[in-house]
């Protein structure tokens, strides 16, 4: 069975850091772009970032360009996306999702066929 766990958000300060990690189940990610997407309440789902199944490739979404880095291990199965200086408008559930070709497609949800569960990230004092 094909899955995708998140894990990582948690409550965090303005201006604080986490780590989000994606892991997979099921199958091997070598061959997979994967991306970050985030719904925050009352919003509709928007992209983040993505990076392409070797990692040479990345994309932004420029809300978070400077702020995110994503990275993967494929070593490990493993997607991470470092988020720092949190601000409370990153406040989201954060998915990630797998995209059945090397390449992303920007930063959109186009072709992604797996999706985990995902993680909620609360940025607040």
């Known amino acids: 069975q094909l899955q995708l766990v998140e894990s990582g958000g948690g409550l965090v300060q303005p201006g604080g850091s986490l780590r989000l990690s994606c892991a997979a189940s099921?199958?091997?990610?070598?061959?997979?772009?994967i991306g970050w997407f985030r719904q925050a309440p009352g919003k509709e789902r928007e992209g983040v970032s993505c990076?392409?199944?070797?990692?040479?490739?990345?994309n932004y979404a420029d809300s978070v360009k400077g702020r995110f880095t994503i990275s993967r291990d494929n070593a490990k199965n493993m997607v991470y996306l470092q988020m720092n200086s949190l601000k409370p408008e990153d406040t989201a559930v954060y998915y990630c999702a797998a995209r059945t070709y090397y390449y992303c497609s920007g930063y959109s949800d186009y072709g992604m066929n797996y999706w985990g569960k995902g993680t909620l990230v609360t940025v607040s004092s």
């Open positions: 990076i392409s199944s070797s990692g040479g490739s990345t």
């Open positions: 099921g199958f091997t990610l070598d061959y997979y772009a």
